[in-house]
């Protein structure tokens, strides 16, 4: 099969396409490995409202729930298994882009129980517990990067586990995920972890800053505030990756590490789908282009990139001064950025754990139709 050439270009240029989405469906059908056959994608990334939706449609996980239900296994338990079985199916079917791409690639993220978001030590040891149940090479264990987040994404590096860290919407955040990161490289070479074997990617978030940001100017409704829509969730992106580029590019700290062998921590563009019908459909995918960087899409986002998207190159490197401005001027229009993260980063956390919470909700009644 041919690779549609605009999502060719955007890989040739140095992002990594994932789909952001999952289903048991996606799998039976041989759509995904359609869409490694047509669309460039090299990796997959889950999260708790992915699995409410695969598993709220259909009937594709209905004989897996009925034989849990016949074993007599709790909501949770079921839930653990048919999530991991679709994870490590799906890595299966990447395992041949995880090897020919030297473990850059093929990904598949699974996400730790969001309910546990601010429990360092229960968010440790399930991270552990789903690496052991998919039991896969090519897997990355979610962990959101709240302040309690930041200590179990050390401790489960330094255990020699991969790792996606989401949920990342401010600098000043990712640059202690970072933090973590490292630490738990040095952790784990300590340990005797083969340090080229962990890979990492800082899921930062682009839309919904535009949509919490862009409320606020509209508020503040000013020429000067109006005129800065539609332009905080690129910039903030651009910042993390110069952010980025220091870091691993230029900085001793990974410089020694590197030497042992270790990779990178990518940043992935994370919550790429436009929100605004007044933004163009690719706006999140064609103002983001770098080279080592990830961008996790949903279909309807590929879809868009495939049909019209025009990638031109590295449209990243090299734009700080200009993201700085933005911000900047966001400050003197009077728009409160601390304040906009914790909104967002409380917001992200209430909306997958309601999502789970959801999952659960319909899960037990499937499990009580089927005894």
Known sequence: MTQNPNLAALSAAGVSVWLDDLSRERLQT????QLIDTRSVVGVTTNPSIFQAALSKGNAYDDQVKELAERGADVDATIRTVTTDDVRN???VFAKIYETSGGFDGRVSIEVDPRLAHDTDKTILQAIELWKIVDRPNLLIKIPATLAGLPAITAVIAEGISVNVTLIFSVERHE??????LDGLEKAKEAGHDLSRIHSVASFFVSRVDTEIDARLEKIGSEAALALRGKAGIANSRLAYALYQRVFEQGHRFG???AEGARVQRVLWASTGVKNPDYADTLYVTELVAPDTVNTMPEKTIDAVADHGDIQGDTVSGTADEAT???DGLAEVGVDLPDVFKVLEDEGVD???KAWNELLEATQGQLDEKK
């Open 30 to 33: 041989g759509n995904l490995q």
């Open 90 to 92: 799906a890595c299966d």
């Open 176 to 181: 202690a995920v970072i933090n973590a990161f």
């Open 256 to 258: 020694a590490l590197k």
């Open 325 to 327: 401005a933005v911000f």
């Open 351 to 353: 909306k997958f754990e």
